[in-house]
Nanobody
Framework: QVQLVESGGGLVQPGGSLRLSCTAS????????MGWYRQAPGKQRELVAT???????NYADSVKGRFTISRDNAKNTVYLQMNSLKPEDTAVYYC???????WGQGTQVTVSS
């Protein structure tokens, strides 16, 4: 049984930081490209960042220079470090295995003063 479990969301003020984690079980984590996605109210789900098994990263233009994706294969975990957060970053954030697709349940990030 495959599970992806996200954590680390919450309420943060503009300019603040959060680190999201996604821990996988039931898969050979190290071979998967992993991605973080987000979905804001009334909007389509969008890709935020990806990381390959060799830790090559790619980012949406809207988060370049502010967000960093990383992975720890020994812990079956992918991270999303989010800095300089803006109100428009408010969304439910999901992790996903890319290729054979599995999704986590999501974690809410709210950026507000």
């Amino acid at each position: 049984q495959v599970q992806l479990v996200e954590s680390g969301g919450g309420l943060v003020q503009p300019g603040g930081s959060l680190r999201l984690s996604c821990t996988a079980s039931g898969i050979i984590f190290s071979v998967y490209v992993m991605g973080w996605y987000r979905q804001a109210p009334g909007k389509q789900r969008e890709l935020v960042a990806t990381i390959t098994s060799g830790s090559i990263t790619n980012y949406a233009d809207s988060v370049k220079g502010r967000f960093t994706i990383s992975r720890d294969n020994a812990k079956n975990t992918v991270y999303l470090q989010m800095n300089s957060l803006k109100p428009e970053d408010t969304a439910v954030y999901y992790c996903r295995t890319i290729g054979r697709s599995y999704w986590g349940q999501g974690t809410q990030v709210t950026v507000s003063s």
